[in-house]
């Protein structure tokens, strides 16, 4: 089944159970916590916390999002990407537990011809929390999934808060058997490649208190009204559906492999690394185009930061397969193509998102080259002289003046064995800054120099980057 005819069954099979269906939201968030978008609750978030009155009881929605946490997974898990659609339906105060899990069984285990996914029972298995014995009665004795493929588990994975006071609660997660070729068995507790996460339903049913982090926090008591929102990844659904061994291999994003192949000359298949590296290329140009076309261009700050950095692994890991030429154009290309079928914008909008991503891809190239030479030579020097930490100034030149994002420096230095002195880079960012601001004091005119405004992305390293979307578990 392709992608679209999923995201089409998906937002008829709830709209014709009385759900509105609500477009995508852009990535870009109305919301001053987050980044970019990384749930398809996030639009709903106002609904949630009691601040809007919803004009609706029960919506549908296919969510754009990001998660740049999940940027070290990609390529190597099957399952992660840093862009990927997340379709989701939600209750505000109407149907709970029972009708939500109703719901998802229904549609899972359809078969295609009368509508439905056509997932086999046996093949499903369930997680819930550990003190939520009431989802599991429900799974058990009104769905019939038998105990034994129902597996408790604490709160780091399944119980959902927002982080704020507000409203929190357990989740019950579904997941797919694909067999023993991807691992041991024992059920999603143990082997999460093999049992792969497909849907996440959240039961907002308490308030939460004040409190630090995930699990230090006070529960007030039972919400007076409680909702539903639930994730279901489009991406993992079609890589089971598309009998394929990972998300990358399903149709939107096979193409975008299929052009780095045709591009370097590199085959799918051929080798573990370039297999990485062909998912990252796929991956990275997807969400980078998907990140333009939603207003987002390449800077040193914040959005602008996520996009430059994922755009410019992107753009070394073609040349790790072997490109000598641009290459981003005719990426770019494909990724509009095959998503412009769901997002037609990006078709109408292909001629500004493809001269933002050309132009980065020039400013980088400029200075790849030179800067690869100085990081080469630093690291040599480094081991010669017996050193294993590749020094913050060296770190700092290659961002100032070669445009490395500081990931980029980790990341090349480690591929050599080298750690780098994060701690000294972000000293260097720091008193650059400050000697910016006091320039711009001392001239007293009205033209500031920018760099004293720089967000802490690249003050605060690589940690910053991640730091500004919640943690997986807080998003649906
Ligand atoms: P995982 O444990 O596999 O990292 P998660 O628990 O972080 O997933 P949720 O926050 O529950 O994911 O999101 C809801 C659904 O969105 C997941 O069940 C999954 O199908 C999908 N999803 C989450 N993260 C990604 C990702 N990085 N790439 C593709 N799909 C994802
Ligand atoms: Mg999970
Ligand atoms: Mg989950
Ligand atoms: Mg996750």
């Known amino acids: 089944m392709e992608s679209a005819e999923i995201r089409r069954r998906w937002l008829r099979f709830?709209?014709?159970?009385?759900?509105?269906?609500?477009?995508?939201?852009?990535?870009?968030?109305?919301?001053?916590?987050?980044?970019?978008?990384?749930a398809g609750m996030v639009p709903f978030k106002p609904y949630f916390l009691g601040e809007v009155q919803p004009p609706y009881k029960r919506a549908v929605s296919v969510q754009k999002c990001v998660r740049t946490p999940d940027i070290e997974e990609v390529g190597k898990t099957t399952r992660h990407g840093t862009f990927f659609q997340m379709c989701g339906n939600f209750s505000f105060g109407e149907y709970f537990k029972e009708g939500a899990i109703k719901f998802a069984w229904e549609l899972l285990t359809?078969?295609?011809?009368e509508g439905g996914y056509g997932l086999e029972p046996e093949k499903l298995w369930?997680?819930?929390?550990?003190?939520?014995d009431e989802a599991e009665r429900i799974w058990r004795d009104v769905v019939g999934v038998p105990a034994e493929r129902i597996q408790r588990l604490g709160m780091g994975p399944n119980f959902w808060s927002m982080g704020v006071p507000g409203p929190c609660g357990p989740c019950s997660e579904i997941n797919y058997d694909r067999g023993p070729e991807f691992g041991?068995?024992?059920?999603?507790?143990?082997?999460?490649?093999?049992?792969?996460?497909?849907?996440n339903l959240v039961f907002m049913q308490y308030e939460r208190g004040p409190g630090e982090g995930k699990e230090d926090f006070p529960i007030l008591g039972e919400l007076p009204n409680k909702n539903i929102d639930t994730g279901l990844g489009l991406e993992r659904l079609a890589m089971i559906l598309q009998g394929v061994q990972n998300m990358y291999e399903t149709d939107t994003l096979r193409v975008v492999i299929?052009?780095?192949?045709?591009?370097?000359?590199?085959?799918?298949?051929?080798?573990?690394?370039?297999?990485?590296?062909?998912?990252v290329v796929a991956d990275h140009m997807r969400t980078s185009a998907m990140l333009i076309g939603d207003g987002v261009t390449p800077g040193n700050e914040g959005r602008g930061y996520v996009l430059r950095r994922i755009m410019r692994r992107a753009i070394r890991n073609m040349r790790i397969l072997g490109a000598t030429e641009p290459v981003v154009g005719e990426l770019v290309d494909v990724v509009l193509k095959t998503m412009g079928?769901?997002?037609?914008?990006?078709?109408?909008?292909?001629?500004?998102i493809e001269t933002v991503a050309l132009a980065e891809e020039a400013a980088f190239l400029k200075t790849l080259k030179a800067g690869t030479n100085i990081l080469d030579t630093a690291v040599t020097d480094t081991k010669a002289a017996g050193g294993t930490v590749l020094a913050g100034d060296k770190a700092f030149l290659l961002h100032?003046?070669?445009?490395?994002?500081?990931?980029?420096t980790l990341e090349m230095a480690a591929e050599q064995g080298l750690s780098v002195d994060e701690e000294g880079f972000r000293r260097l960012m720091r008193e650059q800054r400050e000697r910016a601001k006091a320039d711009a004091k001392a001239k007293k005119t009205g033209h500031a120099d920018l760099s004293a405004y720089r967000e802490v992305a690249d003050t605060a390293g690589s940690t910053v980057f991640t730091g500004y979307t919640h943690t997986e578990g807080e998003s649906t």
């Open 14 to 38: 709830f709209e014709e159970r009385g759900h509105t269906v609500v477009p995508s939201a852009s990535l870009i968030a109305d919301d001053p916590t987050l980044l970019l978008v990384n």
């Open 258 to 279: 299929d052009k780095a192949t045709e591009l370097t000359g590199v085959a799918y298949g051929a080798h573990h690394d370039s297999d990485v590296s062909l998912r």
């Open 184 to 199: 041991v068995e024992g059920g999603p507790a143990v082997n999460d490649e093999r049992y792969v996460e497909i849907w």
């Open 126 to 132: 369930i997680t819930v929390y550990k003190e939520d």
């Open 110 to 113: 359809t078969s295609v011809e």
């Open 400 to 408: 100032d003046t070669w445009g490395f994002p500081i990931d980029l």
């Open 341 to 352: 079928q769901q997002y037609p914008e990006l078709l109408t909008d292909r001629k500004r």
